[in-house]
């Protein structure tokens, strides 16, 4: 069994930054590939961004490549989510999720979920 609690969300003016945290609890972090996805109001919950058990594979959601940044630290328990040059339709709940295959955007492939955190973007 793994926990996940997401921190970092809040209130940030278009252009702005934010970077979430989300640390796991439990079973061997390290053995799970780490991924964000995000549910705003009103519409489908949204694959944003996925990262191997190394790190040394990442990959995003078109809508924010270039802008966000995945990362991990094993001996944390952490994966990060860096975003930049954010926008109003960024604007959701951003949760992290735990699952045992890299590369997939589906969330029914993942195990294991954050509460999530919010993350409003102004205009």
């Known amino acids: 069994q793994v926990q996940l609690v997401e921190s970092g969300g809040g209130l940030v003016q278009a252009g702005g930054s934010l970077r979430l945290s989300c640390l796991a609890f439990?079973?061997?972090?390290?053995?799970?590939?780490m991924g964000w996805f995000r549910k705003a109001p009103g519409k489908e919950r949204e694959f944003v961004a996925v990262?191997?058990?190394?790190?040394?594979?990442?990959d995003y959601a078109d809508s924010v490549k270039g802008r966000f940044t995945i990362s991990r630290d094993n001996a944390k328990n952490t994966v990060y989510l860096q975003m930049n040059s954010l926008k109003p339709e960024d604007t959701a709940v951003y949760h992290c999720?735990?699952?045992?295959?890299?590369?997939?955007?589906?969330?029914?492939?993942?195990?294991?979920w954050g509460q999530g955190t919010q993350v409003t973007v102004s205009s």
């Open positions: 999720a735990a699952g045992p295959r890299y590369g997939s955007s589906w969330s029914t492939d993942y195990d294991y």
């Open positions: 439990g079973r061997s972090f390290s053995s799970y590939a």
């Open positions: 990262i191997s058990w190394s790190g040394g594979s990442t």
